[in-house]
């Protein structure tokens, strides 16, 4: 399981987007967001760097 600090996430749909973002290159990921903590966990067969990636280009910053 992958641990991200992803910030600007706000609602539901941000956390939807980021949703949509992973899933859009493994359908099968499971993820979960965290709003209090800015946490995304991510159950995928991506990289860490793919996901940080695909999140970014969803429009939400990615901490290292």
């Given at each position: 399981?992958?641990?991200?600090?992803?910030?600007?996430?706000?609602?539901?749909?941000?956390?939807?987007?980021?949703?949509?973002?992973?899933?859009?290159?493994?359908?099968?990921?499971?993820?979960?967001?965290?709003?209090?903590?800015?946490?995304?966990?991510?159950?995928?067969s991506?990289?860490?760097?793919?996901?940080?990636?695909?999140?970014?280009?969803?429009?939400f910053?990615?901490?290292?």
């Amino acid at each position: 399981m992958l641990s991200l600090k992803v910030t600007g996430m706000t609602c539901g749909g941000c956390i939807n987007a980021v949703t949509r973002a992973i899933q859009s290159q493994d359908p099968q990921a499971k993820v979960q967001a965290d709003l209090a903590t800015q946490t995304v966990s991510l159950e995928t067969s991506l990289s860490k760097a793919q996901a940080s990636e695909l999140i970014k280009d969803a429009g939400f910053p990615v901490l290292i």
